[in-house]
Nanobody, 122 residues
Framework: QVELVESGGGLVQAGGSLRLSCAAS?????MGWFRQAPGKEREFVAA????????YYAESVKGRFTISRDNAKNTVSLQMNSLKPEDTAVYYC??????????????????WGQGTQVTVSS
């Protein structure tokens, strides 16, 4: 079982930036981020392959968010730029033992962090 701990959430004005980080303990393959806004279903945000060469984004964040990972430190990050009020949500770090393509196809992950709140004010 992989343990995931997020950090970096907070309050920011629209148009601003935040960087989320996640430290993983245990072996990880595909990693990613999901989010859940109040009253809405959990939503896929981004995923990155084990080596970091493959990335995939939800259309709603493409061009604004960047996912990256440091395998030496076993961490994954999400750089969020040009934030909008609709980006307000609890963001979850995720990991899965399956291949990146399988994760993208199903948009599901096996291990989840506890979540970190991101609030974007208008």
């Amino acid at each position: 079982q992989v343990e995931l701990v997020e950090s970096g959430g907070g309050l920011v004005q629209a148009g601003g930036s935040l960087r989320l980080s996640c430290a993983a303990s245990g072996r990880t393959y595909t990693m990613g981020w999901f989010r859940q806004a109040p009253g809405k279903e959990r939503e896929f945000v981004a995923a990155i392959s084990r080596g970091g060469g493959g990335t995939y984004y939800a259309e709603s964040v493409k061009g604004r968010f960047t996912i990256s990972r440091d395998n030496a430190k076993n961490t994954v990050s999400l750089q969020m730029n040009s934030l909008k009020p609709e980006d307000t949500a609890v963001y979850y770090c995720t990991a899965d033992g399956r291949d990146f393509r399988a994760v993208v196809a199903t948009r599901s992950m096996g291990s989840w962090g506890q979540g970190t709140q991101v609030t974007v004010s208008s």
